[in-house]
T-cell receptor, first 116, second 114 residues
Framework: AQKITQTQPGMFVQEKEAVTLDCTYD???????LFWYKQPSSGEMIFLIY??????QNATEGRYSLNFQKARKSANLVISASQLGDSAMYFCAMREGGNSGYALNFGKGTSLLVTP | ETGVTQTPRHLVMGMTNKKSLKCEQH?????MYWYKQSAKKPLELMFV???????ENNSVPSRFSPECPNSSHLFLHLHTLQPEDSALYLC?????????????FGDGTRLSIL
């Protein structure tokens, strides 16, 4: 079963606007970490933000914030004041804390295009 | 210098060739990973090394052979690959293997099998 679901294959946003990228996850492990990565066309996977399952507050890193709704099992990424350089693929990922191995489980990604 | 460096960036090889992918991390991390990214599929974990010891092999065919001589270097030796092995191969590292440790990735090697 898919552990990470990203339902938006592609999104458009105008420069300087905010955009929300959706991510839902599936786990029965009480301990887990949620991550967002950005992948430009060059290929590098760039770590953006982390949210732990026990964290009481939503994570923020500069223009990135994570809207963590634990009961709904969602971890949406909000990018404020979009810039042209934000155009890229965005991946949501989860790592479980139990005996499920070392893998980061990735979603299929959302392609974001920022327009002038 | 970037934290995780992969060479080469691009590789084209025939099915009978032998080649190696190299990954080096300058972050002082103890865990290193190989991932495969194929078109229209989520990233797939291939191998994990923790303190130079292989801790996970995700049912990867034997034509892929990893090597981790020390905590900073990771290799993926390739032999007799198939066309379906064409993909972006990403190396990553993390401080430790815990679930709250972000993995930092290199730029990847784009591999094409003729």
């Amino acid at each position: 079963a898919q552990k990470i679901t990203q339902t938006q294959p592609g999104m458009f946003v105008q420069e300087k606007e905010a955009v929300t990228l959706d991510c839902t996850y599936d786990t029965s492990d009480p301990s887990y970490g949620l991550f967002w990565y950005k992948q430009p066309s060059s290929g590098e996977m760039i770590f953006l933000i982390y949210q732990g399952s026990y964290d009481q507050q939503n994570a923020t890193e500069g223009r990135y914030s994570l809207n963590f709704q634990k009961a709904r099992k969602s971890a949406n990424l909000v990018i404020s004041a979009s810039q042209l350089g934000d155009s890229a693929m965005y991946f949501c990922a989860m790592r479980e804390g139990g005996n499920s191995g070392y893998a980061l489980n990735f979603g299929k990604g959302t392609s974001l295009l920022v327009t002038p | 210098e970037t934290g995780v460096t992969q060479t080469p960036r691009h590789l084209v090889m025939g099915m009978t060739n032998k080649k190696s992918l190299k990954c080096e991390q300058h972050l002082g991390h103890n865990a290193m990973y190989w991932y495969k990214q194929s078109a229209k599929k989520p990233l797939e974990l291939m191998f994990v090394y923790n303190f130079k010891e292989q801790t996970e092999n995700n049912s990867v065919p034997s034509r892929f052979s990893p090597e981790c001589p020390n905590s900073s270097h990771l290799f993926l030796h390739l032999h007799t690959l198939q066309p379906e092995d064409s993909a972006l191969y990403l190396c990553a590292s993390s401080q430790e293997w815990g679930f709250n440790q972000p993995q930092h990735f290199g730029d990847g090697t784009r591999l094409s099998i003729l």
